[in-house]
């Protein structure tokens, strides 16, 4: 996530296995910015999978209906196969 002006921090205590502390100090990498841009991830990760799942039904009637009653506009010329 990016943002557009300074986002607010808060100081927080991690547990990080020695090896990947050491390595990333040894690649100077930033280890707050690199906690935030993985739980990030995690957030985005779970919020897609929470979506899928509430929306589950929707889709499913979604694409038995086209299987059933096709699209319901013509496919596009760029879309078409050629013969």
Same mark, same amino acid.
């Given at each position: 996530?990016?943002y557009e002006?300074p986002? &607010?921090?808060? !100081? @927080?205590n991690?547990?990080v !296995? #020695?090896? @990947?502390? %050491?390595e *990333?100090?040894?690649?100077?990498? &930033?280890? %707050? !910015? $690199? *906690? +935030? $841009?993985g739980i +990030? *991830?995690?957030?985005?990760? +779970?919020? %897609? /999978? !929470?979506?899928r =799942?509430? &929306?589950?039904?929707?889709? /499913?009637a979604?694409n +038995?209906r086209?299987e059933r #009653?096709?699209? *319901?506009?013509?496919?596009p010329?760029?879309a #078409? =196969? #050629?013969v």
């Amino acid at each position: 996530m990016k943002y557009e002006t300074p986002a &607010n921090r808060k !100081r @927080v205590n991690l547990t990080v !296995r #020695e090896d @990947v502390m %050491s390595e *990333a100090q040894a690649l100077d990498i &930033n280890i %707050s !910015r $690199a *906690a +935030e $841009a993985g739980i +990030e *991830a995690a957030l985005k990760a +779970e919020q %897609s /999978r !929470r979506w899928r =799942e509430d &929306n589950a039904d929707a889709i /499913r009637a979604h694409n +038995e209906r086209i299987e059933r #009653e096709g699209m *319901a506009l013509p496919t596009p010329w760029w879309a #078409e =196969e #050629e013969v």
